[in-house]
Structure formats: structure tokens, C-alpha cells
């Protein structure tokens, strides 16, 4: 089974004279495997399954599942359409996008598919399933509307499914010229949430330094266009919403935002959202005097996200304490 590698650092003196030195650190791998012992989850109706088979196997990343889960009794299960590793958060609004996810608070969201059994969600009513990435451990319940419940961890009989946290190390120079550090932001993947009256997203600060400026986030419904830097929501889109966040964000911070909520601008929003409409999200999303936005980021490319859709739901006063929001700072939209 493949396993971890993990790039330690060995800091060398000076090489060759005259290089500059940059920024040094280590690099590790992303691919969390499961482990080769802990590796079955039950099911009543579909008996044992096994997430890492001899001929396939389930690959763990951070914010999604990719790969295939094997059952005796039920055959190949899929746990994302998705194969490319890294991050990725799977849409599940067809046959082609489906998958399961990890929200930043650990708890796995979407559907898994097989053949045999039908959809799998990861997310149900009473019930739903969660990963420690302290111990890689998974537990909790998925169910499925043709074969029922199927359990992750259990004490008696004891099984699991476990994330392998065996690693081996290469130890290599690693020297870097003008390595790039500084905050990231990004819509949690998973986190985005809209309906006719109400909308929830959390950003992220995903970098490795504070944010430094003030900065727009925009929710666009049925754009015209994928948005883009500079395209606030009115610009394309018929309905949309905007906050102005004016509070630094900590490496690795989150927030939430919502309609009525902190930072939230009612006059820069709608009043009201289209059911059955394509949402996006787009954080630092405007500022015409840079080609960054407001932030200046170690990975600009990653501040988008959707499209979700948008459900019916019955009006609600839209409450906005304005002393909670400051224009001061913030770019010209």
C-alpha cells in the first residue's frame, strides 16, 4: 500500500556564493490512505465493505473522497467521480459530479454510488459520519434509501475505517529562491447554502499569514457569466449578495457570513433570491485599482466557488445591524 512521504528539510551552508537564500521549508504529501487492518465498515443489508481492496482502494484528502470500496455481497461502490487528488469539492447534482466531501468542521458530506445498492449518503437525517484527523479515525452512519444503514466504527464486534498514518521519510536539501508566503482565501468547499430568502457560506484563510486589507465577498444567482475578479454580482448576475469583511483573518481562520449577519451590506443586495437558480461565491472578489482584488494572495486561483442551486423557501424579514458594517476601508465596487 502506498504510503506518506513526507520531505524533510536538511539545511546545508552556504552552497555556492552568491545564491539568495529564500524562504525554507518542508513539503509532505498530501494522499492520506487507509489503513491496511482498519479498513471495513457494516452494513445489515449488504454485509462487510472493504475501503481498500486488492484491486481498488479509497484515497482520504482533506476536503474529499476519491476511489472504490468493494463488498461481497454488493460489489463496487464509488465513493467520487472525481480522480485527480489535491483539493476538490464534488457538486453531486448529477450522475457526472457526484462524490463525497469533508467540510472544514470533519463532518463528510455528499453521496457515494454503486450499482448494486443505489445512492449512499454520507450526510442523512439522525445520522452522518465524521473523520478525527488526530487518530484518522472515521465513525458514524451513512444510509442508503435501498440498503438502509451502514456503520463506520463499531465496539462490538470491533471495526473501523482508519486513515493510515504510517509514513516514510526522504531526507533531501531543499533550497528555494523567493518562495511565495502570505494569506489564501478561500469559500470553505461544502459551505455554501442558498435559498429565495436565505444564504450561508464560511471563507477561509487557508495561507499561512494574516490577511491585511478589507474585502468583498459576492453571491451571484444565474450569472451571465463563471465570475470572475472585478465582476461584482450586479454587474452580471440579476440577484446577488455582498458583505464587506473588515476584520483581519488569522491563518487558518474561518468565518461565517449570512444574510443579515456581520458585514453583511443590504444596499449593495438583493432584497430577495431566485429559487432554482446556479450560486456562486467569490471571495475578495473587487478592487479596480489591482489585478489581485484586495488581498494580495499566495494562490489567487482558488477563490471561487459553485455553482450550487438555490431551493424555494418562504420569505423572512431580513434584520441588518448597520453598525456592523464599514465602508471605510473597503475598495470602491
Known amino acids: 500500500m502506498a504510503k506518506k512521504i513526507i520531505i524533510h528539510l536538511i539545511i546545508y551552508p552556504l552552497l555556492i556564493a552568491g545564491v539568495v537564500l529564500g524562504l525554507f521549508k518542508g513539503v ?40 472504490y470500496a468493494w463488498g461481497e455481497n454488493v460489489g463496487w461502490i464509488s ?56 487518530t484518522g479515525s472515521l465513525n458514524g452512519d451513512a444510509w442508503g434509501e435501498n440498503v438502509g444503514w451502514i456503520r463506520f466504527k463499531n465496539t462490538s464486534p470491533a471495526y473501523n475505517v482508519v486513515v493510515n498514518s504510517t509514513s516514510s521519510n526522504i531526507y533531501l536539501p531543499l533550497i528555494c529562491k523567493d518562495c511565495v508566503t502570505g494569506s489564501d482565501l478561500i469559500i470553505v468547499p461544502g459551505s455554501l447554502v442558498a435559498s429565495s430568502s436565505a444564504i450561508t457560506l464560511q471563507i477561509q484563510n487557508v495561507g ?30 440579476p440577484a446577488g449578495a455582498t458583505w464587506g469583511v473588515t476584520q483581519p483573518l488569522t491563518a487558518g481562520q474561518v468565518l461565517a457570513l449570512t444574510v443579515g449577519g456581520t458585514y453583511y451590506d443590504a444596499s449593495e443586495s438583493s432584497s430577495s433570491f431566485p429559487s432554482d437558480a446556479n450560486v456562486y461565491a467569490y471571495v475578495d472578489s473587487v478592487n479596480y485599482a489591482t489585478t489581485y482584488g484586495a488581498v494580495e494572495e499566495s494562490n489567487e486561483n482558488n477563490n471561487l466557488s459553485g455553482p450550487v442551486p438555490s431551493t424555494a423557501r418562504a420569505a423572512v424579514p431580513i434584520t441588518v445591524d448597520s453598525s456592523l458594517i464599514s465602508s471605510e476601508n473597503l475598495p470602491q465596487r
Open 28 to 67: 509532505q504529501a498530501a494522499v492520506d490512505n487507509i489503513d491496511s487492518t482498519n479498513k471495513y465498515v457494516w452494513g445489515a443489508n449488504v454485509g462487510w465493505i472493504n475501503f481498500a481492496p486488492a484491486d481498488g482502494g479509497v484515497t482520504i484528502y482533506r476536503d474529499h473522497l476519491e476511489g
Open 79 to 134: 465513493l467520487g467521480r472525481y480522480t485527480g487528488g489535491g483539493s476538490h469539492t464534488y457538486l453531486n447534482t448529477d450522475q457526472t459530479n457526484y462524490g463525497v466531501n469533508i467540510t472544514a468542521t470533519n463532518v463528510f458530506t455528499g453521496y457515494a454510488w454503486g450499482a448494486n445498492v443505489g445512492w449512499i449518503n454520507f450526510n442523512p437525517t439522525n445520522g452522518g459520519v465524521t473523520i478525527d484527523w488526530a
Open 208 to 237: 499561512n499569514t494574516a490577511t491585511n486589507n478589507d474585502f468583498w465577498v459576492d453571491v451571484y444567482f444565474n450569472p451571465t457569466q463563471t465570475p470572475t475578479l472585478n465582476k461584482p454580482w450586479d454587474t452580471i448576475a
